[in-house]
């Protein structure tokens, strides 16, 4: 579905996917692949939007838990892609998708590497890139500053945060992280999971919402 110009988002399709994101720009960024069993359906989705599969130039993920990024060789085979990844993501890559995988009871992600890695920025597209961990170490953020754009994966949702209690999550790293995105001057809030967040104020509210209920309350909420 065409949120702007540009910018399409394809619905998480049931318990353990996510949402994913699709930027067209002078390169085609995809970004969290979700889960494979649902890849399918998800290309279907694109295609309809007038977006071939063979477009995408590069596939990327905001964390390595596997509804995020079980996709992710599959697509590469299907679509020729490049895999970039943040150095956090390069470090944590094996033990992040082996250990969430058998945390969450489900089969280990069908295994990728980067083929490239990435710190500041992606290619030309202007999707600046933030280390935010906190729901797991090497969760990233994606800032399209001309767009004012966030794709915020698990950091924050509407009216919610990401858990820690998943291997090596962290609170307080997760409350600096929402701090930190907050400061960025966002009209379209795209989170890895539920609905997006449209408009700067409904996107500042939201923040509030989450530091009022969530940060006095976060050890005993998780």
Known sequence: MRIKEGVYWYKEKGLLDAN???????ITVLIDPGLGNYLGRRLEEMQEDGIDPKEVDLITITHLHPDHCDATASLK???GAKVALHPSQVEYLDIMTEETSRFLGIGIAKKFTADFVFELSIGNTGLKILHTPGHSPESICL???DKKILICGDLVFEK???RTDLPLGNNEELKNSI???SALDTEVLLPGHGAIIEGR??????YEFVREFYFKHLHSYL
């Open 160 to 162: 919610g945060i990401g």
């Open 77 to 79: 085979e299907i679509s």
């Open 20 to 26: 994913t994101y699709v930027i067209k720009d002078k």
């Open 201 to 206: 104020r409904n996107i500042e509210r939201n």
């Open 143 to 145: 800032y399209a500053s």
């Open 179 to 181: 701090n930190t995105v």
